[in-house]
């Protein structure tokens, strides 16, 4: 079979959702591996032979407002998006694709591209891999939230964390995180969970630093989990929001529960750290 021939992925658009957190839920259900925001509208996308019809009426039943647009996701040629994967340097860390990794440099992170997300090719990604070094030091213990191939926890067992637990809903991220656990080493250290961020957060409290490269709609259902499972003066960083989404962020953020430590900007996505007051 020719790379023409294949069978297609299904891309899915949502347009003009009102509740954007039950349509990300829908969307998992019915099997998607990854939801991003693409400025108001929520996009993803499915294997070769998904029923539509089903995802539409899962997002229907979700926010009967919201409307769905299907098509076929366009072929990729895997040997130039191979060769379009790069090594990202932040800070004193590198994130690389395996065959791009110097194996023997410790702060080099190698993470194998699958669709699970998270390869140093986002830039909310790489906003919370320079968050990370702004920290004063490393806390003990860090959740990573959403955490898809774990590149974020390895990153913070790279930066000194001696626990860090990574949470991810969808299962078939699962495999390629265990992976790319194990090719860095760091096995000992970083623990991958699947489940629901919002139930096992608490469950692991208290926790000194929270990782949440997450679309912004879920990022602001969590804020009040995530404040409450951390320990005193503990951080949070959130990634995952366009530029144009700061304002409303900022307004959610209590001033009398949250202190703004530091922000980053890339391209149209802004990242901040942020501290628990007491």
Same mark, same amino acid.
């Given at each position: 079979?020719?790379?023409?021939?294949?069978?297609?992925?299904?891309?899915?658009?949502?347009?003009h959702?009102?509740?954007?957190?039950? &349509?990300?839920?829908?969307l998992?259900?019915?099997g998607s591996?990854?939801?991003?925001?693409?400025?108001? !509208?929520?996009?993803?996308h499915?294997?070769?032979?998904?029923?539509a019809?089903?995802?539409?009426?899962?997002?229907a039943?979700?926010?009967? &407002?919201?409307?769905?647009?299907?098509?076929?996701?366009?072929?990729?040629?895997?040997?130039?998006?191979?060769?379009?994967v790069?090594?990202?340097r932040?800070?004193i860390?590198?994130?690389?694709?395996p065959?791009?990794?110097?194996?023997?440099d410790p702060?080099?992170?190698?993470?194998?591209?699958?669709?699970?997300?998270?390869?140093?090719?986002?830039?909310?990604?790489?906003?919370? &891999?320079?968050l990370?070094?702004?920290?004063e030091?490393m806390?003990?213990i860090?959740?990573?939230?959403?955490?898809?191939?774990?590149?974020?926890?390895?990153?913070? !067992?790279?930066?000194?964390?001696?626990?860090?637990?990574?949470?991810?809903?969808?299962?078939?991220a699962?495999?390629?995180?265990?992976?790319?656990?194990a090719?860095n080493?760091?096995?000992?250290?970083?623990?991958?969970?699947?489940?629901?961020?919002?139930?096992?957060?608490?469950?692991?409290?208290?926790?000194?630093?929270?990782?949440?490269?997450?679309?912004?709609?879920?990022?602001v259902g969590m804020? !009040?989990?995530?404040?409450d499972?951390?320990?005193?003066?503990?951080?949070a960083?959130?990634?995952?929001?366009?530029?144009?989404?700061?304002?409303?962020?900022?307004?959610?953020?209590?001033p009398?529960?949250?202190?703004? &430590?530091?922000?980053?900007e890339?391209?149209?996505?802004?990242?901040?750290?942020?501290?628990?007051?007491?």
């Amino acid at each position: 079979m020719t790379p023409a021939e294949a069978p297609r992925w299904l891309a899915v658009r949502v347009d003009h959702a009102a509740n954007r957190a039950a &349509v990300v839920a829908a969307l998992f259900d019915a099997g998607s591996q990854g939801v991003q925001e693409d400025g108001s !509208a929520l996009v993803t996308h499915f294997p070769p032979f998904t029923d539509a019809s089903v995802i539409e009426s899962l997002v229907a039943a979700a926010d009967p &407002v919201a409307r769905v647009t299907t098509s076929d996701a366009p072929q990729i040629d895997w040997s130039e998006w191979r060769a379009s994967v790069r090594a990202h340097r932040l800070g004193i860390l590198t994130v690389a694709p395996p065959w791009l990794a110097d194996e023997a440099d410790p702060m080099t992170v190698s993470i194998e591209p699958a669709m699970a997300f998270g390869t140093g090719e986002h830039a909310t990604t790489r906003g919370v &891999v320079r968050l990370m070094q702004r920290l004063e030091a490393m806390p003990a213990i860090v959740a990573d939230l959403g955490a898809g191939s774990a590149v974020l926890a390895i990153c913070a !067992a790279r930066l000194g964390a001696h626990k860090v637990i990574a949470i991810e809903l969808d299962r078939d991220a699962i495999g390629n995180a265990e992976r790319n656990v194990a090719a860095n080493g760091v096995a000992d250290s970083v623990h991958i969970i699947e489940g629901d961020a919002a139930v096992l957060l608490p469950l692991l409290a208290p926790v000194g630093l929270v990782l949440a490269n997450i679309i912004s709609s879920v990022l602001v259902g969590m804020l !009040a989990v995530i404040h409450d499972s951390l320990e005193p003066r503990g951080s949070a960083i959130l990634s995952g929001i366009l530029k144009e989404e700061k304002p409303r962020m900022l307004s959610e953020i209590d001033p009398s529960q949250w202190q703004v &430590v530091s922000e980053d900007e890339e391209d149209e996505w802004w990242s901040v750290l942020i501290e628990r007051r007491q």
